[in-house]
């Protein structure tokens, strides 16, 4: 289990975390996390893998369409 914490930032909505096992993210697992509900997301993993993981805020304008950031840069993570 791969649990990646966020740091509060209140002047946004939520985020949007992305894992893979490829570094230009081809095939990735994407999850949106809510602000109001919780400051992590859980994803599945393989136990003696490497996975890059990305991060990306976004807000909702008036007509409640979510309007992302640009994507941080991948984070290399091996499971142990």
Excluded: H, P
Excluded at 2 to 15: M, R, T
Excluded at 28 to 49: M, R
């Amino acid at each position: 289990m791969l649990n990646v914490k966020l740091a509060k930032n209140y002047e946004v909505n939520g985020y949007q975390v992305a894992i893979s096992q490829k570094k230009n993210f081809k095939k990735s697992k994407k999850q949106n996390v809510v602000k109001g509900y919780s400051q992590s997301a859980l994803f599945d993993v393989k136990k003696g893998k490497t996975y890059y993981v990305k991060v990306r805020t976004y807000v909702l304008d008036s007509s409640g369409k979510e309007c992302y950031s640009a994507w941080s840069k991948a984070k290399k993570v091996k499971i142990k």
